[in-house]
T-cell receptor, first 113, second 114 residues
């Protein structure tokens, strides 16, 4: 089972920031928070990941609470093309045998004009 | 740098036939993962391979399914004697391995079993 909890759906107005929450209250000290998204019928797309510091790249920002029990993915200026299912995943990154990602149901983000 | 490539993108098979799905990882990536997505469901891990080695096949059905990642060439997911329940999208991901483990996904192969 997925170790994260996300709202099943969210709406966002085009041009506004989309803030997608994720709860991961049982996260371990060596587990990273990863975000992927899946646009309809396409392969999952990597967005961003982090351990405990906030992270930002050209796609999004990731804000992780100090206790690491939750995080928020921020798309600063959502466009219609950002409509997708967004997955929050916690995963150990140690180069060992735990290779797989465990996908939950994610949040279906609908960006509306 | 080309991304993960999968072929064919669509595959139609009749019950009892064999399906072979191919995955070419990103250049420089030595780890390959296969996932299956049934209609209206999330992605489920199947198998994790490094060159010539299966590292984790805990998500692979015990019968009819096999995977390989030879020293040369793409990774192959093979499904023997397909049944209608095998109809799904099969995604491959690759990662560099060792230090940086972010997985990058291919476009998937959509298998339809008639």
């Amino acid at each position: 089972d997925a170790k994260t909890t996300q709202p099943p759906s969210m709406d966002c107005a085009e041009g506004r920031a989309a803030n997608l929450p994720c709860n991961h209250s049982t996260i371990s000290g060596n587990e990273y928070v990863y975000w992927y998204r899946q646009i309809h019928s396409q392969g999952p797309q990597y967005i961003i990941h982090g351990l405990k510091n906030n992270e930002t790249n050209e796609m999004a920002s990731l804000i992780i609470t100090e206790d690491r029990k939750s995080s928020t993915l921020i798309l600063p200026h959502a466009t219609l093309r950002d409509t997708a299912v967004y997955y929050c995943i916690v995963r150990v990154e140690d180069g060992g045998s735990q290779g797989n990602l465990i996908f939950g149901k994610g949040t279906k983000l609908s960006v509306k004009p | 740098n080309a991304g993960v490539m999968q072929n064919p993108r669509h595959l139609v098979r009749r019950r009892g036939q064999e399906a072979r799905l191919r995955c070419s990882p990103m250049k420089g990536h030595s780890h390959v993962y296969w996932y299956r997505q049934l209609p209206e469901e999330g992605l489920k891990f199947m198998v994790y391979l490094q060159k010539e080695n299966i590292i984790d096949e805990s998500g692979m059905p015990k019968e009819r399914f096999s995977a390989e990642f030879p020293k040369e060439g793409p990774s192959i997911l093979r499904i023997q004697q397909v049944v209608r329940g095998d109809s799904a999208a099969y995604f491959c991901a690759s990662s560099p391995g060792i230090v940086q483990e972010t997985q990058y996904f291919g476009p998937g192969t959509r298998l339809l079993v008639l």
